[in-house]
């Protein structure tokens, strides 16, 4: 097979600090190219060169034999260069036929050619298997179709190397079969893919070759057939992890922490019940739209809820969130970046943004900054927070696996009861999910009641002490530690119900 | 079931709630005078709402983009005038003065297009300093007196095509014009995009200044046209012609139905903004309230709609909200 994309002592330095380092490396036409490395490990900057979007500080890129050297994204979009990003670059508000479109229409006497630009898209769709009209406003797609439409775009464009970056991290089950089906029709049509993903299981089963990046150089590459997800690990993190989990230091404890009874909210929730023990995880599994998320959001009472009653710490738990906050709760939402920061603040200010109250002085309550300085600067060295100057850095300035510390750290300055984490690992790398995981067991010591919820079934059962199941609404059963197994749980998760008599225990 | 019933009743009436507030208001004011319905007077409110209507479909452009444009009111002064020394002084004739006065208002679009799009400015700001600049210039040339056009321009002003009023035709031409620009030209879809997301615009290729720079030049040029139709009922041009207009035009965009955010609203939002405002109008004169009441009770109204759009987009939101099992 031939060479599609090279790369010769490729190097990128940003103010002299090397992003990658005389990185070479040969991407044959026709593989399916996995991607891995901790985030900082080079990946995006190497995608960035090829997308044109940075230029190399030195070495080479050829493209089909030619040198390549991209000015703009325009320039990779005319070579032939796809992107898929985890963030689509779609408009919402027009059709699909649009957005693909959208630089280029059809035109027949100055107007739009629609039936050209119908039938090319309707052609598309269907190579792609998505049952859709063209005309369907974007707007309405959930996010795997919103993604099958970019993917027809870079068809429509001739794409030869189509780039996805995270493609899967705001997809159900279903549409992550679907999109990996659609790789493997991509594939098969002689395109030829590079694929970034923090979900190695993903990686090894989608590819056929493997590199590995670390601090900027490539560290490792070989047949996928050669790796597994041990040694993915080892490679991108330098030495053996020794287990993705760290031991629980701790056993829960026998009294009950928290109690839900009867939970109800039509359309959304029906008669779940469960209880938390102090000192003690308990994950909550479920497909997409099983209602995890939105059970999380009804206890922190952000939305509404018709019957039910929730009691935490033995007092009932009624009111608004701040009412709740006050009370002992402490949620970890699953959208770190639109949610649970202010970006573009300082990561102090986000530190202090629950407990700010609690640092008032004099009856105008003016701040005690001194007060606040120190406790701020205690979070950060006590949650390994890495970062620079933490009053100035805003939080974007972070990679995710220390927005997440930032996250969890603002809610530890008030000392909650019960922690929610909705997907606390998402978009993180491989060593700061164990530090995070460490967190949690952390919590669970001291004494605190954590409601883990995940789509990785995994990381449950690598953390948790006992793990509940929900299917469309309701609670389908629950397992103990001794009892887990994966193939039960999933199937579960799925709709087969077990006697739920553990659960409510 | 009863809940979606009502669920379908909200949904029909959230979608088409502004159309059904227009129809509410000629509904009152018709039970309280009778003579508001008639056929003379509702061909009168929209002859009369023609002017700002005109204008008001430019703005749907600029708004389109996520963009303003405060100096309307002294684009549709400026104009005329200049339109209007050319029918003075050169002898151009009335359909030439229309092409002047266009081509000014364009000329205009693009001061506020370079310094939006080149100079990268906040239309804000731009369009505020353009404000006072246009109307100033204007009073340069006039030494603030009072102009006035050939006698010639009031009988093409008040001329009528089969019994259509020439202001009614020019509206109605505007506006479907600009439909389907907006909906069947490349660089009408790209105004859309833009006011999605204009990063991604850009990413996805699209000449994003350019597109742009159109929509400042179209809304200046119509509000220009806008201004001249007016200009040949009157016959003459005061300096005060057009201030605060912009308001108006702004809000009967907004009425209609765009949003201040970009990216929604249709050339026929003006159209029902700009009519809803006049026969608002109109129709306190008709009711007899107190003069002095009346730009309150405009006010109020005009909140009013905006609000309840308001409310129609939070309701349509909800009932957007995905259920993960049957209720």
């Known amino acids: 097979m031939t060479t599609l994309l090279s790369f010769q002592d490729l190097r990128k330095e940003y103010f002299g600090v090397p992003a990658v380092r005389d990185l070479t490396l040969d991407i044959r036409a026709g593989d399916v190219v996995g991607v891995i490395g901790e985030n900082g490990a080079g990946k995006s900057t190497l995608m960035n060169m090829v997308g044109g979007v940075v230029q190399p500080t030195d070495g080479e890129m050829r493209w089909q034999g030619e040198p390549y050297r991209p000015r703009s994204p325009g320039d990779a979009t005319a070579r032939g260069i796809a992107f898929i990003h985890q963030e689509l670059n779609l408009f919402t508000n027009l059709t699909i036929a649009e957005n693909i479109f959208v630089d280029q229409f059809p035109s027949r006497f100055g107007m739009i050619d629609r039936p050209a630009m119908r039938q090319r898209t309707a052609d598309l769709l269907q190579q792609l298997a998505l049952d859709v009209s063209p005309d369907t406003d974007v707007d309405s797609l959930a996010p795997g179709e919103r993604q099958l439409v970019e993917i027809a775009k870079a068809l429509h464009r001739d794409a030869e190397l189509i780039i996805f970056d995270e493609p899967t991290t705001s997809l159900t089950p279903r549409e992550t079969a679907r999109l990996f089906e659609t790789i493997e029709r991509l594939k098969a049509d002689g395109k030829t893919i590079l694929y970034i993903s923090h979900i190695l299981g993903d990686v090894k089963r989608l590819s056929d070759a493997i590199v590995v990046l670390r601090d900027g150089e490539l560290v490792e590459q070989g047949a996928a057939a050669d790796f597994d997800v041990p040694a993915m690990i080892t490679a991108m993190i330098g030495r053996a992890l020794g287990g993705l989990y760290p031991e629980r230091t701790s056993e829960p404890r026998d009294d009950v922490l928290f109690s839900a009874r009867g939970l109800t909210q039509p359309g959304i929730l029906e008669d779940v019940s469960f209880d938390i023990r102090a000192g003690e995880i308990l994950g909550l599994f479920g497909l997409m739209g099983s209602g995890r998320s939105e059970m999380a959001r009804i206890v922190f009472g952000l939305d509404p809820l018709e019957r039910g009653t929730l009691a935490l710490q033995g007092r009932p738990l009624t009111g608004g969130v701040r009412q709740r906050i006050a009370s002992g709760l402490a949620f970890v939402t699953e959208d770190r970046r639109a949610e649970g920061l202010l970006m573009d603040a300082a990561i102090a200010d986000n530190l202090s943004l629950v407990a700010i109250e609690e640092f008032g002085r004099t009856p105008l309550a003016f701040l005690d900054k001194t007060r606040l300085a120190r406790r701020t600067g205690q979070m950060q060295a006590d949650m390994l927070i890495k970062a620079g100057d933490i009053r100035t850095q805003p939080a974007r300035a972070l990679s995710g696996g220390n927005q997440q510390k930032v996250v969890i750290g603002k809610w530890l300055m008030r000392h909650p009861a019960l922690f929610i984490l909705d997907e606390p690992t998402r978009g993180v790398d491989v060593g700061a999910k164990f530090e995070i995981y460490a967190l949690a067991d952390r919590l669970a010591a001291a004494g605190s009641g954590v409601l883990f919820i995940s789509s990785e079934l995994e990381e449950l059962t690598g953390m948790c002490d006992r793990i509940m199941v929900m299917n469309r609404g309701e609670v389908m059963g629950g397992f103990d530690r001794a009892a887990f197994s994966d193939r039960d749980i999933l199937a579960m998760a799925f709709g087969k119900r077990v006697p739920a008599d553990e659960v409510a225990a | ?327």
């Not at chain 2, 009778?34 to 479909?57: D, H, R, T």
């Not at chain 2, 201040?260 to 159209?271: D, N, Q, W």
């Open chain 2, 1 to 327: 079931m009863n809940g979606s019933a009502r669920d379908r009743a909200t949904a029909v009436l959230a979608r088409h709630g502004t159309l059904l507030l227009f129809l509410l208001i000629i509904f009152v004011f018709g039970t309280q005078v009778p003579a508001f319905i008639g056929p003379e007077n509702l061909g009168n409110i929209i002859k009369q709402a023609s002017f700002i209507g005109i204008a008001a479909v430019g703005m749907v452009f600029v708004l389109l983009t996520a963009g303003i444009d405060l100096s309307v009111g002294s684009v549709m002064y400026l104009g005329p005038l200049i339109a209007g020394f050319a029918m003075r002084d050169y002898g151009v004739g009335v359909a030439g003065g229309l092409v002047v006065a266009v081509a000014a208002g364009a000329v205009m679009g693009s001061i506020n297009a370079f310094l939006i799009v080149v100079l990268k400015v906040v239309p804000f700001i731009v369009t505020l300093s353009t404000l006072f600049f246009f109307r100033g210039f204007g009073a340069y040339l006039t030494s603030s007196r009072q102009f006035d056009f050939p006698e010639e321009i009031r009988t093409f002003g008040l001329s009528s095509v089969l019994g259509v009023p020439t202001p009614i035709l020019f509206f109605a031409v505007v506006a479907l014009g600009a439909h389907v620009v907006l909906s069947r030209t490349a660089f009408g879809r790209q105004v859309y995009a833009i006011g999605n997301d204009e990063a991604a615009a850009a990413k996805a290729g699209i000449r994003v200044g350019r597109v742009k720079a159109g929509v400042y030049v179209t809304c200046s040029s119509l509000a220009a046209l806008a201004g001249f139709v007016l200009i040949a009922q009157i016959g003459r041009l005061d300096t005060g012609f057009g201030e605060g207009r912009e308001f108006d035009v702004i809000a009967a965009a907004v009425l209609g139905g765009a949003s201040l955010f970009g990216g929604v609203g249709t050339a026929f939002s003006a159209v029902i903004g700009a009519t809803m405002i006049q026969a608002v109008k109109i129709g306190l004169v008709f009711t007899g309230i107190n003069l002095y009441l009346q730009p309150m009770l405009q006010g109020l109204i005009i909140f009013a709609a905006v609000f309840l759009d308001s409310l129609r987009a939070s309701r349509l939101e909800m009932l957007r909200r995905r259920f993960i099992r049957p209720r």
